[in-house]
């Protein structure tokens, strides 16, 4: 099964890159799922969006709910 790459952070918009830079700022690396999302732009962001509007409603810290994710992702066997 062939697997969808993602593209380079490098070769994002400006815009794409402040936004990875951000991700990498918080969590220390880049994700798959980002990485593959900003294939599209629309869904790129449509998923920041929407992640940004879930930040706003937790009462978690951000960087909390973030590791709390990742964690949960690991555990259940994610592949990113």
């Known amino acids: 099964m062939t697997r969808v790459e993602g593209i380079d952070p490098r070769q994002a918009s400006f815009l794409m890159r402040q936004v990875f830079k951000k991700v990498r700022k918080m969590l220390g690396r880049d994700?798959?799922?980002q990485k593959i999302a900003a294939r599209v732009p629309r869904v790129f962001w449509v998923n920041v969006l929407g992640e940004w509007l879930l930040g706003q409603k937790a009462t978690v810290p951000q960087r909390q709910r973030m590791l709390l994710?990742?964690?949960?992702a690991v555990r259940v066997g994610c592949p990113f």
Not at 69 to 72: E, I, Q, V
Request: avoid cysteine; proline fraction near 14%; charged fraction near 15%.
């Open 69 to 72: 994710t990742l964690r949960t």
């Open 31 to 33: 994700l798959t799922p």
